[in-house]
């Protein structure tokens, strides 16, 4: 494809659910990051992939996120026992290789934890 | 700690007025300052990358600038379709390759009105 797509685009859980986010980053795309995006603020780190490794996860939240990527291509972003707090657009961005090349996003996927 | 700050938070401006948005910034070790669009309900879109100081992009009516410890993002001759919030944000050092994560500031809305 030609850019980031990301699934759902809006998800609704209720307390306590377990989510999945799924994100396809541009093809051959080396490098692939998670953010969340508040409302009003300005997307904050989640997490990063270089291929199939995970490099840094120094931005998640809490034991209840976990990301993943096992072939190299798509993501997988997980949300166990979700709370009210963990409402917010989450965010996949691909960069091409493993430098400070630019990191082009996706739509987002809009979760609301009632 | 690093750190990005945008100002102003909000800015209205009439068509033609041009205009200027500020992004400070305290990073050591800088790779790289980005400038995003953003429209509601979508994914940050790609505008300008600078990498050193006395850099300087132009994009139709954007130009961008940085210097050792801030970026303008300059608006000449606005209009409506310009109106989105605009997000900077910078690359910090990457520590070995572990992490090539974006601090992102929390953004200027922007408002044009015909």
């Known amino acids: 494809g030609a850019g980031v797509s990301q699934s759902p685009r809006y998800k609704v859980a209720k307390r306590g659910q377990d989510v999945a986010l799924r994100c396809d980053p541009i093809?051959?795309?080396?490098?692939l990051f998670w953010y969340q995006q508040a409302l009003g603020q300005g997307p904050e780190f989640l997490t990063y992939f270089q291929n199939e490794a995970q490099l840094d996860k120094s931005g998640l939240p809490s034991d209840r996120f976990f990301a993943e990527r096992p072939e190299g291509s798509v993501s997988t972003l997980k949300i166990q026992r979700t709370q009210q707090e963990d409402s917010a657009v989450y965010l996949c961005?691909?960069?091409?290789?493993?430098?400070?090349?630019?990191?082009?996003f996706g739509p987002g996927t809009r979760l609301l934890v009632l | 700690e690093d750190q990005v700050t945008q100002s102003p938070e909000a800015l209205r401006l009439q068509e033609g007025e041009s205009s200027s948005l500020n992004c400070s910034y305290t990073v050591s070790g800088l790779r790289g300052l980005f400038w995003y669009r953003q429209d509601p309900g979508k994914g940050p879109e790609f505008l300008f990358t600078l990498y050193s100081a006395g850099e300087e992009k132009e994009k139709e009516r954007l130009k961008a600038t940085l210097t050792k410890k801030e970026s303008f993002l300059h608006i000449t001759a606005p209009k409506p379709e310009d109106s989105a919030t605009y997000l900077c944000?910078?690359?910090?050092?990457?520590?070995?390759?572990?992490?090539?994560?974006?601090?992102f500031g929390t953004g200027t809305l922007l408002a044009v009105q015909p």
């Open positions: 944000a910078v690359q910090p050092p990457n520590y070995g390759g572990a992490t090539n994560k974006l601090i």
């Open positions: 961005a691909s960069s091409l290789y493993r430098g400070r090349e630019t990191q082009y």
């Open positions: 093809s051959g795309h080396v490098s």
